[in-house]
């Protein structure tokens, strides 16, 4: 921030963050995954709650990266989270009926 | 960098056209291709009914009646109904919100030019071996090789280019509202027609990727043997299903919530009333979109999901009969008390609610399972859906296009004429599907080519054919309607309606630049609060300047020719073709990126001499 | 208006300054959300054909923990390194901007590599396309991916090419900054992938 100070007379508008939110977000998802990857590998957590536990990971992490990594968290960017969400939303009752309605 | 022209290379005739940006241009480029495929559809439903006009007529053959049959619904749901509507929308929606220009004027011109070759590919089928013959909804095993001819490719080709070019128009549409409307035009001063346009670019958005995944899907299992949808070697044949439905449950509202839009507008205007329960419009417009994606295997009640999906699915369809309802009561409380005038266009906005109505209720009773296992692939269901798409969609298109027909063309449709296309058409429309609910009732199975003597069924199908002729004849008159207007000399005033909204402030047809000067909003019905403040026209929120416009381009015509040739390589196997193609395609892309268009300035005097002109 | 102001000092975020920009990151945002219900409706086939191996290896026969952990990290670094070039763009450093988009495309191509390792050894194995609804499922889904990485490449590149040529101006900043929201999109899906095709092929559980 402060470095370009001299060339830049007027205060930034808009706060940047730094890249240490962006490694912290990065670390996360090295862990969410690695707990995912271990889940199954070791299968440390009981078979039947595995797929719920990574998928949830999942989510965790793609929350993650959309609002630190995408800026999806800064003003200015409703739109982008309903387009996102209501895509979601929309595609997940979808993959739910996949799961239940397609074979019998 | 160089230095931006202040002029336009000025391109005339053919060459305009081609390369046009102008969302206006683009309007009329969208009315004029999806009606030459509405007649086309047309015509093949009038081949239909001739041959089911008496028992065991042999006019064409099954085959042929397959293919008509596919062929009619897939131009008129994808060619001809959403065209038209992207036709409104683009003459109309950048005047109602007092816009320059839409967002992206570029995708603009090539969402028109994809729709445009992915139809054109559609119908060369007919020359190419015949046509698709799977019905509109292409289920598969049916649509598989083993039972189907060459003519499914074409459909599958066909749609995934028009489809991509109705993608990109509607992200177009909604980047446009969001982030281009006039100051003071908030989300809730937006005419209910912005509003409907809002809403079904979002459903466009989030539709259209389903059947391009279920037309991939389709392709690969048709072209490079893969099995998705072959049970033998482990595929199911209700994931296209889904993804049809997942897709074209919301389709039924992309079509029909701009005809709620536009019978807003014009019921509204004719009534010189305001909008009765405008805030519970926009409510009602947003959550049909939003349920719209939830019902969607209620297409599906008879394929054996079970009771507990059935009744979910049926639950949530009832529900959209709430919002609905709300429309209709507002629009019949908004012409309580009102002075209502009935020019054709009041005429088809007024002919609409009741039948859209029947339509409605009979969509309620199909969204009973039990009940629909009656129902299901009857005439019941065929009486329902033209209700709705006709007597709701196409009723609201030609009030629109009555409505905003001198704002588009700057001439007036003549009014004697009018009256008889709107009687000629409403007559005949009801002649032709009020008997089908009976003869679904009878048991008459729909997608068959004949029936037999005897069964009853004579009499429904006699007076369904004879209704035909009077929507031919309402079709004709039309098309001579357009004809007279554009021969007469008189040109249209600016706002012959006694309007509302922003569109009839600024003169009929708009100049290139839409607004000399940006307009102030304040309020809902913009023009319409002016007018009652004693004001001549609007106020302004900027001063008289220069006015940036952008180049028109020959790329999005060969961007989509480029897919036109790549499709035929595919479906011909030749990827020498394929290749080609792609390589046009991703190179006009590449030329666009790196290229920047500087475009042009229009100035404040060439800005006072053309208004004069205009 | 947007290449006027070329010598004048860059707007702070550059990428939104002019009208075009913003319109630009919102269609695309808009363009996402579309994307989501795309990869959503192949994961959806993915999941209700998974088993149907039609006599063809399955999952737990074909799937190497070692190979899918390699290409989860290449492509989650290589989301941090874009995110990088996007604080670069803010601080208007164009050579460091660069250089990190650089690292995000070489990445990018190494977990290409392997991704079509893979499907080369699957396809010795007998795992292929048209050898089942899952063999068809698995490439489609996957594939798809493997593709919007390699359009991805090619974008980034081009867009570097533009700013090579013409430095950064608020006409390269919307197009650089919309390519790297792709690009963290691209992951995003990918994290499902790994679960969803990976990991849960490994369990050979199936779902609910």
């Not at chain 2, 609910?437 to 369904?464: C, D, K």
């Not at chain 3, 998974?50 to 999952?59: F, I, K, L, V």
């Not at chain 3, 074909?62 to 290449?74: D, K, N, Q, R």
Request: some cysteine.
């Amino acid at each position: 921030m402060g470095a370009h100070v001299h060339d830049e007379p007027r205060k930034p508008k808009v706060k940047h963050d730094g890249a240490k939110k962006h490694v912290i977000a990065f670390i996360a998802s090295l862990v969410l995954t690695a707990l995912a990857f271990a889940a199954v590998a070791f299968e440390v957590i009981p078979a039947g709650f595995t797929v719920p536990f990574i998928v949830g990971l999942a989510f965790v992490q793609a929350l993650f990266q959309l609002f630190f990594w995408m800026h999806m968290d800064q003003k200015g960017h409703e739109f982008a989270r309903i387009s996102i969400f209501a895509g979601l939303t929309f595609i997940l009752i979808a993959i739910i009926v996949f799961v239940f309605w397609v074979w019998w | 960098m160089s230095a931006h022209a202040s002029h336009a290379p000025k391109r005339s005739g053919i060459a305009d056209w081609l390369t046009t940006v102008d969302h206006k241009k683009i309007g009329i480029l969208y009315l004029i291709a999806g009606g030459i495929f509405f007649l086309a559809g047309g015509l093949e439903a009038l081949l239909i009914r001739l041959q089911l006009m008496y028992p065991e007529l042999q006019v064409i053959g099954a085959k042929t009646f397959n293919e008509l049959i596919t062929m009619h619904g897939t131009t008129m749901i994808f060619l001809a109904a959403m065209p038209v509507i992207f036709a409104l929308m683009n003459a109309i929606v950048p005047l109602q919100i007092g816009a320059r220009d839409v967002a992206f004027p570029f995708v603009n011109a090539l969402g028109f030019w994809l729709f445009f070759f992915g139809g054109v590919l559609i119908n060369t089928s007919w020359f190419l071996g015949g046509a698709p013959d799977a019905g509109w909804t292409s289920y598969a095993t049916l649509a598989l090789n083993q039972y189907s001819g060459f003519g499914i490719d074409f459909y599958v080709l066909g749609l995934q280019i028009a489809g991509l070019g109705t993608l990109i128009g509607g992200i177009n549409f909604l980047v446009t509202i969001i982030n281009m409307r006039a100051p003071g035009m908030t989300f809730m001063r937006m005419p209910l027609f912005t509003w409907a346009s809002f809403v079904t670019s979002g459903l466009i958005l989030f539709a259209f990727p389903a059947i391009t995944v279920g037309l991939v899907l389709l392709m690969f299992d048709r072209l490079f043997g893969a099995a998705f949808f072959n049970p033998d070697a482990g595929g199911n044949v209700v994931i296209w299903q889904h993804l049809f439905w997942i897709f074209g449950h919301p389709e039924v509202y992309i079509l029909i919530l701009p005809a709620f839009g536009i019978i807003s507008e014009v019921v509204s205007t004719f009534s010189k009333k305001r909008l009765f329960g405008y805030s519970s419009m926009v409510f009602a417009t947003a959550l049909i979109g939003f349920l719209g994606f939830m019902v969607w295997a209620h297409h599906m009640f008879t394929t054996g999901m079970g009771p507990i999906a059935n009744t979910l699915f049926g639950l949530a369809t009832m529900l959209i009969a709430v919002p609905t309802g709300i429309k209709i009561f507002n629009w019949l409380l908004t012409m309580w008390g009102g002075q209502i005038r009935f020019p054709t266009a009041n005429l088809f906005a007024v002919g609409f609610i009741p039948t859209f109505t029947i339509g409605g209720m009979t969509g309620v009773m199909l969204a009973v399972p039990p009940a629909d296992y009656q129902y299901h692939d009857s005439y019941f269901v065929v009486a329902h859906f033209h209700y709705v798409i006709v007597g709701g969609l196409v009723f609201g298109l030609f009030a629109g296009l009555y409505y905003w027909w001198p704002k588009m063309f700057g001439k007036m449709l003549n009014e004697t004429i009018g009256k008889w296309n709107f009687w000629t058409f409403f007559i005949g429309f009801h002649l032709t599907f009020f008997p089908q609910h009976f003869l679904g009732l009878m048991g008459m199975p729909r997608r068959v080519f004949t029936y037999l003597a005897g069964q009853g069924l004579e009499l429904g199908n006699f007076i369904s054919t004879i209704g035909v002729f009077g929507m031919t004849i309402g079709t004709i008159l039309f098309l001579v309607n357009a004809y007279v207007a554009a021969k007469s000399s008189k040109r249209a005033p600016a706002d012959p309606w006694d309007g509302r909204t922003l569109e009839w402030s600024i003169p009929s047809p708009p100049p290139e630049y839409n607004f000399a000067q940006t307009p102030l909003v304040r309020g809902l019905d913009a023009l319409w609060v002016e007018k009652m403040a004693g004001n001549k026209g609007m106020t302004y929120a900027e001063p008289l300047g220069s006015i940036h416009m952008p180049n028109g381009s020959f790329l999005p015509f060969i961007m989509s020719l480029g897919l036109f040739i790549a499709g035929y390589g595919f479906m011909y196997h030749n990827y020498v073709v394929v290749g080609i193609g792609m390589v046009i395609t991703f190179g006009c892309m590449l030329m666009r990126s790196l290229k920047d268009d500087p475009g042009y300035h229009i100035e404040p005097d060439e800005i006072d001499e053309k208004g004069v002109k205009a | 208006m947007a290449t006027h102001h070329v010598n004048a000092v860059l707007p702070d975020e550059p990428e939104k300054a002019t009208l075009e920009g913003k319109n630009k990151i919102l269609g695309f945002w808009l363009f996402l959300g579309g994307e989501t219900v795309l990869f959503g409706s192949l994961f959806a086939t993915f999941i209700a054909l998974r088993d149907q191996t039609n006599g063809g290896p399955t999952s737990q026969q074909l799937f190497e923990m070692p190979l899918v952990a390699l290409a989860t990290l290449l492509l989650l670094t290589s989301s941090l390194t874009s995110v990088f070039a996007v604080l670069a763009l803010h601080k208007k450093d164009l050579k460091k901007m660069q250089a990190w988009m650089t690292v995000t495309v070489i990445l990018g191509l190494g977990f290409l590599a392997l991704e079509i390792y893979e499907f080369m050894h699957y396809i010795h194995m007998g795992h292929k396309m048209t050898s089942g609804a899952f063999g068809s499922a698995f490439y489609t889904l996957v594939g798809f991916h493997g593709a919007h990485v390699a359009f991805g490449i090619l974008w980034i590149l081009t867009v570097q090419l533009q700013t090579v040529k013409k430095g950064l101006t608020v006409v390269t900043a919307p197009k650089f900054y919309v390519a790297s929201l792709y690009w963290h999109f691209i992951d995003v899906v990918w994290v499902f992938i790994f679960t969803v095709v990976y990991l849960m092929g490994m369990i050979g559980g199936k779902v609910g």
